[in-house]
Nanobody
Framework: QVQLVESGGGLVQAGGSLRLSCAAS????????MAWYRQAPGKQRELVAD???????NYADSVKGRFTISRDNAKNTMYLQMNSLKPEETAVYYC????????????WGQGTQVTVSS
């Protein structure tokens, strides 16, 4: 089992920045990669960015150039630096850890609220 705990959410004005953290514990060596998702009210959960164990990253088109995903393997912690935030990015941000294979297995954190005011 893997436990994921997010932190760093809050209220920020449009154009501002926030850094989210996700601390992983448990069987973290079983993970193939980690990711950030977000879910706005009334919308489906969407991928924001992911990072593999090898360090390869992938971003949603809407956040490219503004968000940066990173990992500190020594601390079992993943980060999401978010710059130039927009009001439409108000959402609950979720940390995800996954195991690849015949069937992807996901672990989820409880989520952290990010609110961007206009």
């Amino acid at each position: 089992q893997v436990q994921l705990v997010e932190s760093g959410g809050g209220l920020v004005q449009a154009g501002g920045s926030l850094r989210l953290s996700c601390a992983a514990s448990g069987s973290t060596s079983s993970l193939s990669g980690m990711a950030w998702y977000r879910q706005a009210p009334g919308k489906q959960r969407e991928l924001v960015a992911d990072i593999t164990n090898g360090g390869s990253t992938n971003y949603a088109d809407s956040v490219k150039g503004r968000f940066t995903i990173s990992r500190d393997n020594a601390k079992n912690t993943m980060y999401l630096q978010m710059n130039s935030l927009k009001p439409e990015e108000t959402a609950v941000y979720y940390c995800n850890g996954y195991r690849s294979g015949l069937r992807r297995y996901n672990y989820w954190g409880q989520g952290t609220q990010v609110t961007v005011s206009s």
